[in-house]
């Protein structure tokens, strides 16, 4: 069972950025891939940025792309998700989210478990 915590959500104006992170524990974290998800009031949850295993392989959405970046850290058990270039348009609930494979996916339903999700917001 693994068990994800986020951090560093926040307000910040239109522009700006935020790094957000998600510590892991229980499980073997290098065996899991991960991913960050989003979700607006009154829109379905969505998909951010994926990470493999190894972190040599990454995904992203064309409407993030070239400002969002995920990494992660198998030694720390970390998963972060630097926002650049904010935009009103990417307030949301984002959430940590893994699977028990070493291989990346965007499909929400092949995440096992997630994170209780930190708030973004940004300001215009």
């Known amino acids: 069972q693994v068990q994800l915590v986020e951090s560093g959500g926040g307000l910040v104006q239109r522009g700006g950025s935020l790094r957000l992170t998600c510590v892991a524990s229980?499980?073997?974290?290098?065996?899991?891939?991960l991913a960050w998800f989003r979700q607006a009031p009154g829109k379905e949850r969505e998909f951010v940025a994926a990470?493999?295993?190894?972190?040599?392989?990454?995904y992203y959405p064309a409407s993030v792309k070239g400002r969002f970046t995920i990494s992660r850290d198998n030694a720390k058990n970390t998963v972060t998700l630097q926002m650049n270039s904010l935009q009103p348009e990417d307030t949301a609930v984002y959430y940590c989210?893994?699977?028990?494979?070493?291989?990346?996916?965007?499909?929400?339903?092949?995440?096992?478990?997630w994170g209780q999700g930190t708030q973004v917001t940004v300001s215009s």
């Open positions: 229980g499980g073997t974290f290098s065996s899991y891939s």
């Open positions: 990470i493999n295993w190894s972190g040599s392989r990454t």
């Open positions: 989210a893994a699977r028990s494979n070493i291989l990346a996916t965007t499909v929400i339903a092949q995440y096992n478990y």
